[in-house]
């Protein structure tokens, strides 16, 4: 087990919740309807990406945008509890991004990629592990058209990467729990279900205190 403060046990709190699935298959959208209606409840581990800003996205809100050079320093300096290549750019999440959020005594949750879940399996991080998968692979390719956020290449990256992706969430014992996001509402009720213990313990222990 690699400790995730570097030697230091990780804080006692709530346990983090992991999304994870193929690009365009709701988790942004799933996170973000999670944390409007409980604010106080859960906290977005803001990764760090080389990868260009979207239209609407904001620096330290969506993600921390960096050079190759400066994530590459920071993932050799140790700052990393996880980090990987998608489609071309580095993504990773910082010892950072999680301690501030559980500073908070909020639920962290992480949206990484199938290989983010493979290294986080190593830390002492213990989340719960969420798959997001959309209803076919026409459904996703649709989303992410209608999207208007990729170019072709970069849509045929992601559409290639799904597949791994969707075969992957099969694996027996890798997920706690499969979420198709089919329609959305039904999507956030299955994902509001297999949080609610602990959402209900972190309202708990807020009001006790
Ligand atoms: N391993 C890892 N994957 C990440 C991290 N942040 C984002 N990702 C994943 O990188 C992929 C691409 O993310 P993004 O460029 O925002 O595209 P989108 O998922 O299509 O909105 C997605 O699968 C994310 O879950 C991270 O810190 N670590
Ligand atoms: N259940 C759904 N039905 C229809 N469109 C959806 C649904 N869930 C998400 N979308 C749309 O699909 C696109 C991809 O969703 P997004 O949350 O960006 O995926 P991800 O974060 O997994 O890449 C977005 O344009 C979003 O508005």
């Keep these: 087990m690699r400790d995730l403060c570097g030697g230091e046990k990780a804080m006692a709190g709530p346990r983090p919740v992991v999304l994870s699935g193929p690009s365009g298959a709701g988790k942004s959208t799933l996170l973000k309807k999670l944390i409007k209606e409980y604010d106080n409840v859960f906290g977005f581990s803001v990764s760090h990406t080389t990868r260009q800003p979207r239209p609407g996205e904001e620096n330290g809100k969506d993600y921390h945008y960096v050079t190759r050079e400066a994530m590459q320093m920071a993932i050799d300096g140790g700052k ?75 849509l045929q990256k992601r559409l290639n990467a799904a597949h791994v992706d969707m075969e992957f969430s099969k694996e027996e014992g890798l997920f706690d729990v499969v979420i198709v996001n089919d329609t959305l509402e039904d999507a956030y009720g299955k994902l509001k279900g297999a949080l609610l213990e602990e959402i209900n313990q972190v309202k708990k222990s807020s009001m006790s205190v």
């Design 80 to 154: 990393f509890v996880e980090s990987a290549v998608f489609s071309g750019n580095m993504y990773g999440t910082s010892k950072a991004a999680v301690q501030d959020v559980q500073a908070k005594n909020l639920i962290c949750i992480l949206d990484i990629d199938m290989q983010g879940v493979r290294n986080i399996k190593k830390t002492d991080l213990n989340p719960i592990y969420v798959s997001i998968q959309p209803p076919s692979m026409d459904i996703l390719e649709k989303r992410l058209r209608d999207r208007k956020t990729e170019s072709e290449e970069s």
